[in-house]
T-cell receptor, first 112, second 117 residues
């Protein structure tokens, strides 16, 4: 069965410092991987997705993620944090079936 | 170009009452998913529906919970005889095709926050 582990429930970073949010998954088959962002009192918005091809995926707002099959990881990074990046971030995995499985989320705090 | 619309945004119910949560998918989307979000737990899949069909309800509690997506009108998530443990944010998502189509990510509504007193 597929599962997603987000290793940090909270990540504080200083403004303009680099960001890394970690995500590991488990699955016995090929997967599609996603990162979503949730701002307060809103639904989730898709940041980026890995379906196939290049393992480095670029998303919106300057975020990118690298799929590392050998490490079963899909960490989200950004070179320089902005105050507007403060939100909750969810890693998700789908085996191409009907369900997308979400991690527990990582709350990103940006410190001025 | 309306996105996924959920209403109400906030719903307060006393124990034992019924809660009805509505979701209108994005225009052109015929696949609807319901998720429940509890603090510190992320989103838990509940049910996947297409028009007039429940495709996968493996995440739905066996009792008191039901979902429908009629030919006309929004999808409804119904919780009968609510209990305090039902308090959560319920999110609806839609997609243009089933998740088996890789190019069909989920589009989420802003959720309904249910509080059971």
């Amino acid at each position: 069965a597929q599962s997603v582990t987000q290793l940090d429930s909270q990540v504080p970073v200083f403004e303009e410092a680099p960001v890394e949010l970690r995500c590991n998954y488990s699955s016995s088959v090929s997967v599609y991987l996603f990162w979503y962002v949730q701002y307060p009192n809103q639904g989730l918005q898709l940041l980026l997705k890995y379906l196939s091809g290049s393992t480095l995926v670029k998303g919106i707002n300057g975020f990118e993620a690298e799929f590392k099959k050998s490490e079963t990881s899909f960490h989200l990074t950004k070179p320089s944090a902005h105050m507007s990046d403060a939100a909750e971030y969810f890693c998700a995995v789908s085996e191409g079936g009907f369900k997308t499985i979400f991690g527990a989320g990582t709350r990103l705090f940006v410190i001025a | 170009n309306a996105g996924v619309m959920q209403n109400p945004r906030h719903l307060v119910r006393r124990r034992g009452q019924e809660a009805r949560l509505r979701c209108s998918p994005m225009k052109g989307h015929s696949h609807v998913y319901w998720y429940r979000q509890l603090p510190e737990e992320g989103l838990k899949f509940m049910v996947y529906l297409q028009k007039e069909n429940i495709i996968d309800e493996s995440g739905m509690p066996k009792e008191r919970f039901s979902a429908e997506f009629p030919k006309e009108g929004p999808s409804i998530l119904r919780i009968q005889q609510v209990v305090r443990g039902d308090s959560a944010a319920y999110f609806c998502a839609s997609s243009q095709a089933g998740q088996s189509s890789y190019n069909s990510p989920l589009h989420f509504g802003n959720g309904t926050r249910l509080t059971v007193t």
